[in-house]
């Protein structure tokens, strides 16, 4: 279930604040948007992401966004899961400024802060878990697993482009490219059917290309390009489904 949450992060990441944003829509400074997991057809999870609103980091005007993701009912009993994680989102600039991560998962705990220095390109890691600290470059327009996501939803997605974004995930520095493929139709919240644009990631680090599944997923086609629909394979004959349920 681990590999799985970063999953789901990294297939929203389409888009990096090197691009020209769609002037139509902004993030709002609240919103809550809500997920269901499946796996082998039964519900194994809920992922709730949401905007809490404007504050101040660093003297910088900053969106607070804050992700929780858990397992339930028989899986939560198999593979407890109680994650949450907060990020910071340069208002202006639209990259991060810092990620704090709160894991909990089975017998693994992590509790640990990344602040980003956008202008000296570098990221400062500690660890309240060991005590341990690192130092490390990050490129430019660098984005957390969560910042990416609403990042990428002020793009204009249409079939055809393909985008890179620079993601910093485990103190490591991602490129994702992403396609975007045609347009069809689906049925969202509500049973409201929308437009919907197919993205198709690919992660790299470094040189090579990350080969720990495969992933597709589904966002609207307007404005503000909510999710809808993510389908992970996993190497092991294994397929989850994530769906937006609010």
Same mark, same amino acid.
């Given at each position: 279930?681990?590999?799985?949450?970063?999953?789901?992060?990294?297939?929203?990441?389409?888009?990096?604040?090197?691009?020209?944003?769609?002037?139509?829509?902004?993030?709002?400074?609240?919103?809550?948007?809500?997920?269901?997991?499946?796996?082998?057809?039964?519900?194994?999870?809920?992922?709730?992401?949401?905007?809490?609103?404007?504050?101040?980091?660093?003297?910088?005007?900053?969106?607070?966004?804050?992700?929780?993701?858990?397992?339930?009912?028989?899986?939560?009993?198999?593979?407890?899961?109680?994650?949450?994680?907060?990020?910071?989102?340069?208002?202006?600039?639209?990259?991060?400024?810092?990620?704090?991560?709160?894991?909990?998962?089975?017998?693994?705990?992590?509790?640990?802060?990344?602040?980003?220095?956008?202008?000296?390109?570098?990221?400062?890691?500690?660890?309240?878990?060991?005590?341990?600290?690192?130092?490390? @470059? &990050?490129?430019?327009? *660098? $984005?957390?697993?969560?910042?990416?996501?609403?990042?990428?939803?002020?793009?204009? #997605? !249409? /079939?055809?482009?393909?985008?890179?974004?620079?993601?910093?995930?485990?103190?490591?520095?991602?490129?994702?490219?992403? @396609? &975007?493929?045609?347009? *069809? $139709?689906?049925?969202?919240?509500?049973?409201?059917?929308?437009?919907?644009?197919? #993205? !198709? /990631?690919?992660?790299?680090?470094?040189?090579?290309?990350?080969?720990?599944?495969?992933?597709?997923?589904?966002?609207? @086609?307007?404005?503000?390009?909510?999710?809808?629909?993510?389908?992970?394979?996993?190497?092991?004959?294994?397929?989850?489904?994530?769906?937006?349920?609010?």
């Amino acid at each position: 279930m681990r590999t799985v949450i970063a999953v789901i992060f990294f297939i929203l990441c389409c888009a990096s604040s090197a691009h020209a944003a769609d002037k139509g829509w902004s993030l709002p400074e609240k919103e809550s948007v809500v997920f269901k997991i499946k796996w082998l057809g039964i519900t194994a999870g809920e992922i709730t992401s949401e905007i809490k609103g404007l504050t101040e980091l660093r003297g910088r005007k900053v969106y607070r966004i804050e992700v929780t993701a858990r397992t339930v009912g028989l899986c939560s009993k198999l593979y407890r899961v109680e994650d949450h994680y907060v990020s910071y989102l340069d208002a202006e600039r639209l990259y991060s400024l810092r990620h704090e991560v709160h894991r909990r998962e089975g017998g693994y705990k992590k509790d640990a802060v990344i602040d980003f220095d956008q202008d000296k390109h570098l990221a400062y890691f500690k660890s309240a878990t060991d005590g341990s600290e690192k130092r490390f @470059a &990050i490129p430019e327009n *660098t $984005q957390d697993t969560v910042t990416a996501v609403y990042v990428a939803r002020t793009f204009d #997605l !249409q /079939p055809g482009r393909r985008f890179d974004i620079r993601v910093c995930n485990s103190e490591k520095n991602y490129t994702i490219d992403l @396609a &975007i493929g045609n347009k *069809t $139709q689906m049925h969202t919240v509500g049973n409201r059917l929308v437009d919907v644009v197919r #993205l !198709q /990631p690919k992660a790299h680090l470094k040189n090579n290309v990350v080969r720990d599944g495969r992933l597709s997923g589904y966002v609207e @086609a307007g404005p503000g390009h909510a999710p809808v629909f993510i389908v992970i394979k996993a190497p092991v004959f294994t397929r989850l489904t994530a769906t937006r349920v609010k």
